[in-house]
Structures are given as structure tokens and as C-alpha cells.
């Protein structure tokens, strides 16, 4: 079954701070790879996309990255802000439709930014 | 820039009342969804629909159903709303490049 594994649930860090959100997929035929970041009540928005092709891609603080062989990504947060503080979502794109749509959602992880 | 439009961001209804949730978007995509949204669930997929007309169930699809008559409408429609379908719900629409979403509508069912 196609699934989208996210880790950790939840993480605390210090404003200021470096950190790591990870995500593993088990998607076939992949088309790519988006994170978006969900601020409390509020819809996802779109902070990168990779294709297979591609193993690293940045949008100012926030670097994402794609191993296709390990079907895994990373988010890396630099210089954390206190407005980083939201759910950010690992959405992988299916070739296909299928029963999911073409979409495969992970749970998120929840990010708390302290001063 | 892709825009999906959710018609409320709030809303409070009655239990057993038809609820009518809009979503509308404006790049010509094929492909839109209707999602909830619960704290440690994740977004849940309850009707998508790949073109005007079309409709396919989801993960969720009991006491819901859906309407496509344009390409750029998809309304979810909650026939008789119950206590159990207060969440946030989501719409988005998409490309083979992913997806864009709405603003969410909070849905409170007293």
C-alpha cells in the first residue's frame, strides 16, 4: 500500500536553533515530493517540491532533500524563527489515481519554536 | 498564482441539518479534493473527483457525498450533519505537480 511515514510527531526546539524533519515513502510509480508547511487553522502552503531527479533544493531557511534509491526526504530548518512554529507535511505525488487520488499524505510533524 | 477559495472559514451548524461546503479554483485543474482534518490524524481523504461529473470515494466517504456540474466547482455536502463531523475540512486541487489548497473551514456541528 502506498504510505507516507513522517518523523518524529512532534518536535520543541529553540528559536535560533537547526532542525530536521524526516520523511520515508513507499509510493510507486513516483512523480514527486512536496512540503508544505500549516499554520494553525489555516491550509497547507507549498515550500518545495523535488522530482526524482533532483537531491537537493532550497527556499531561504528551509532545504529539502530526496534520496529516490531510499525513498526518503529530509526538511531542514536553518536558523530557526519563532514564525516557524506550524505542522509541516510530507505530500508525495503518485503517477496514477488510485484509491488515494494521486496523493499520499503523512501525518505531519508539529513544530514548536520557543524563546 | 493557483487559487482555491473555500467559501467560509467558519462555520457553525445544527445536528441534522444539510450542510453545503463550496470550493472553487481557478487553473483549470482536472483533479480536486475534499480532505479532513483532525489533531493526530493527518488530512483524511473523503471524495475526490478527477473531472466534471466524476466522483470517487475516498478513505472517509460515509455521510458525505459530492457534486462536480463545473470544472472549477467541487462542493461537499454533508446530507444530515452529526457531532462526529465537526473538523477542519480542506479542499485542493492539482496537477501532476501537486497540490493547492484552500484556506480550510472549520466546521463546528452543535
Known amino acids: 500500500k502506498n504510505q507516507v511515514e513522517q518523523s518524529p510527531q512532534s518536535l520543541i526546539i529553540l528559536e535560533g536553533k537547526n532542525c530536521t524533519l524526516q520523511?520515508?515513502?513507499?509510493?510507486?510509480?513516483?512523480?514527486?515530493l512536496r512540503w508544505y508547511k500549516q499554520d494553525t487553522g489555516r491550509g497547507p502552503v507549498s515550500l518545495t517540491i523535488?522530482?526524482?531527479?533532483?537531491n537537493t533544493k532550497s527556499n531561504g531557511r528551509y532545504t529539502a532533500t530526496l534520496d529516490a534509491d531510499t525513498k526518503q526526504s529530509s526538511l531542514h530548518i536553518t536558523a530557526s524563527q519563532l514564525s516557524d512554529s506550524a505542522s509541516y507535511i510530507c505530500?508525495?505525488?503518485?503517477?496514477?489515481?488510485?484509491?488515494?487520488?494521486?496523493?499520499?499524505f503523512g501525518k505531519g510533524t508539529k513544530l514548536s519554536v520557543k524563546p | 498564482d493557483v487559487k482555491v477559495t473555500q467559501s467560509s472559514r467558519y462555520l457553525v451548524k445544527r445536528t441534522g441539518e444539510k450542510v453545503f461546503l463550496e470550493c472553487v479554483q481557478d487553473?483549470?485543474?482536472?483533479?480536486m479534493f475534499w480532505y479532513r482534518q483532525d489533531p493526530g490524524l493527518g488530512l483524511r481523504l473523503i471524495y475526490f473527483?478527477?473531472?466534471?461529473?466524476?466522483?470517487e470515494k475516498g478513505d472517509i466517504p460515509e455521510g458525505y457525498s459530492v457534486s462536480r456540474e463545473k470544472k472549477e466547482r467541487f462542493s461537499l455536502i454533508l446530507e444530515s450533519a452529526s457531532t462526529n463531523q465537526t473538523s477542519m475540512y480542506l479542499c485542493?486541487?492539482?496537477?501532476?505537480?501537486?497540490?493547492?489548497f484552500g484556506q480550510g473551514t472549520r466546521l463546528t456541528v452543535v
Open positions: 523535488m522530482t526524482f531527479s533532483e
Open positions: 505530500v508525495v505525488s503518485a503517477n496514477y489515481g488510485g484509491s488515494q487520488g494521486n496523493l499520499i
Open positions: 473527483s478527477y473531472d466534471v461529473k466524476m466522483k
Open positions: 520523511c520515508n515513502y513507499t509510493v510507486s510509480p513516483f512523480s514527486n
Open positions: 487553473m483549470d485543474h482536472e483533479n
Open positions: 485542493a486541487s492539482s496537477t501532476r505537480w501537486g497540490a493547492f
